[in-house]
T-cell receptor, first 113, second 116 residues
Framework: KAGVTQTPRYLIKTRGQQVTLSCSPI?????VSWYQQTPGQGLQFLFEYFSETQRNKGNFPGRFSGRQFSNSRSEMNVSTLELGDSALYLC????????????FGPGTRLTVL | AQSVTQLDSHVSVSEGTPVLLRCNYSSSYSPSLFWYVQHPNKGLQLLLK??????LVKGINGFEAEFKKSETSFHLTKPSAHMSDAAEYFC??????????????FGRGTQLTVWP
C-alpha cells in the first residue's frame, strides 16, 4: 500500500509570491491534515479536511488555505509569502476516526527568500 | 484544553543503555496519546499509541510507553538503545471528543543522541 505522498519535496519562493502544495493520502483514507514545522514553533496544526469539508482549523492567518478533492487529495495554498513561512509542511492522512493514528508524508520544505 | 510537555529537549545515551524520554500531557477529555519519531529529512513515523486500552503500550523497534493517569504522564522507554534510534521524538495528544477532535497536539520534541 503506497504511503502519503507530497509534492513538491522542496520549493524556493520569494516574499510576496504564493505557493500551492499537494498531498495524496493513503488509498481509502478520507481525512487529510496539514501541519507546519519550524525550529521556533515546533509542529503546529493548520487544518483538517474530511470528505472535501474543512473539519478543523488551527490558528493561522487567512493567507493559509486549503481544499480537498473528491479523490481525497488535498492542496494547501499560502498567499503573499513572508520570510516566516519558511518551514517544513507535513501532510497526514487517516481513516477519519477522530482519535485514530495519522500517517505522515515526507513533507515539503518551503524556503522563502 | 490540550497540551503536551516533553521534559527534555535533548537526551544522550550510550549504545546498549536504557532510554527514557519523558512526556506529561494535559487534556480536557480522555486522551489518545502517541509517540512519533522523525529521522533527519524524513516525515513522522508512529512508534506507538494509547487509546484507553492497556496502560502499558508496546510499539515498534522495542519501544514501549506507560500511561499513568494519576501523573498525567506517558513516558517512552527502551531497554537498550541502538545507534539507529538517534532521531527526534514527539509526544502527541488528541482528545476523544470536543471541538478539536481529530487534531494532534505535539510536544516540542526530544532529540535523542546515541553514542557508540
Amino acid at each position: 500500500k503506497a504511503g502519503v505522498t507530497q509534492t513538491p519535496r522542496y520549493l524556493i519562493k520569494t516574499r510576496g509570491q504564493q505557493v500551492t502544495l499537494s498531498c495524496s493520502p493513503i488509498s481509502g483514507h478520507r481525512s487529510v491534515s496539514w501541519y507546519q514545522q519550524t525550529p521556533g514553533q515546533g509542529l503546529q496544526f493548520l487544518f483538517e479536511y474530511f470528505s472535501e469539508t474543512q473539519r478543523n482549523k488551527g490558528n493561522f492567518p487567512g493567507r493559509f488555505s486549503g481544499r480537498q478533492f473528491s479523490n481525497s487529495r488535498s492542496e494547501m495554498n499560502v498567499s503573499t509569502l513572508e520570510l516566516g513561512d519558511s518551514a517544513l509542511y507535513l501532510c497526514a492522512s487517516s481513516g477519519g476516526t477522530r482519535n485514530g493514528e495519522q500517517f505522515f508524508g515526507p513533507g515539503t520544505r518551503l524556503t522563502v527568500l | 484544553a490540550q497540551s503536551v510537555t516533553q521534559l527534555d529537549s535533548h537526551v544522550s545515551v550510550s549504545e546498549g543503555t536504557p532510554v527514557l524520554l519523558r512526556c506529561n500531557y494535559s487534556s480536557s477529555y480522555s486522551p489518545s496519546l502517541f509517540w512519533y519519531v522523525q529521522h533527519p529529512n524524513k516525515g513522522l513515523q508512529l512508534l506507538l499509541k494509547y487509546t484507553s486500552a492497556a496502560t502499558l503500550v508496546k510499539g515498534i523497534n522495542g519501544f514501549e510507553a506507560e500511561f499513568k493517569k494519576s501523573e498525567t504522564s506517558f513516558h517512552l522507554t527502551k531497554p537498550s538503545a541502538h545507534m539507529s534510534d538517534a532521531a527526534e521524538y514527539f509526544c502527541v495528544v488528541t482528545p476523544d471528543r470536543g471541538s478539536t477532535l481529530g487534531r494532534l497536539y505535539f510536544g516540542r520534541g526530544t532529540q535523542l543522541t546515541v553514542w557508540p
